[in-house]
């Protein structure tokens, strides 16, 4: 059932907010990472194949512990972002922004008249019938954040028009494909990277948008928040959970020696 967005709140004063990516398509681990004291998990439906069954499980699993569930959904589908958020998603990360028009297209699937045209529906997120339907919308559009990942230089251009036109909550930068977009790809730290980061970051500021970072490093986490940044997705568990797999192995055979 639709409850605050406690993230969107916490934008709305200033305050931080960390979470994960999370690919592992498991309730168990969703649940982990909010019993970790994460405030948000991004579950990624772009990159691996989760079932609209297994989604809702791993939304309801979130709820479970307080932890705000935003989707990132496959490139260009607004099908998809109605589905997350009919199974209880709080956003959608929207994935490869490059134009305004993206934008429009995204917060037409996600918000219901008159900002956009979510197609009715009742179901879960209006418990069943305990919110009223037409409250349901006012509180949907109020709560729901539509995320747009920037990690294309045409998209780092067109960032002013793409934010001009409103309807973005909150952007989330995408280093990696934007590494290869300006030809160096999985250089993540490569100057140009980097500097297209800055503007992208520079240009939020200016229409006062929040700006969502991926630090890799301590360094790069401490150099977000003196710039003000206050939102950060701190990596994937798959990758969290290889090295520290890795470290225990190591740590072990070391001893063992």
Known sequence: MLRPNTVKARLARGGES??????IPSPTLVEM??????DFVILDTEHTLVDPQQLENLIRAAEAVDLVAFVRVPEADPGAILRALDAGALGVVVP???TRADIESAVRAARYAPEGMRSLNGGRVPGFGRIDLADYIRRANEEVMVIAMIEDAEGVD??????????????????ADLSQSYGVPWQTRHPQVRDALDRVHAECTTQQVPFCAIPRTREDHERWQAAG???FVLG???????RALRAHLDDHRGNHA
């Not at 960390?18 to 690919?23: E, H, K, M, T």
């Not at 990472?33 to 994460?38: M, P, T």
């Not at 067109?158 to 280093?175: F, K, M, Q, R, W």
């Not at 994937?236 to 290889?242: F, H, I, K, N, V």
């Open 96 to 98: 490869h922004v490059r």
């Open 236 to 242: 994937e568990e798959r990758g969290l959970a290889a």
């Open 158 to 175: 067109e960032l002013p028009s793409i934010l001009a036109g409103g309807g973005v909550d909150l952007v989330l930068e995408g280093a």
């Open 229 to 231: 940044v206050r939102t």
């Open 33 to 38: 990472i909010g019993c970790a004291g994460y």
């Open 18 to 23: 960390y979470g994960l990516f999370c690919s």
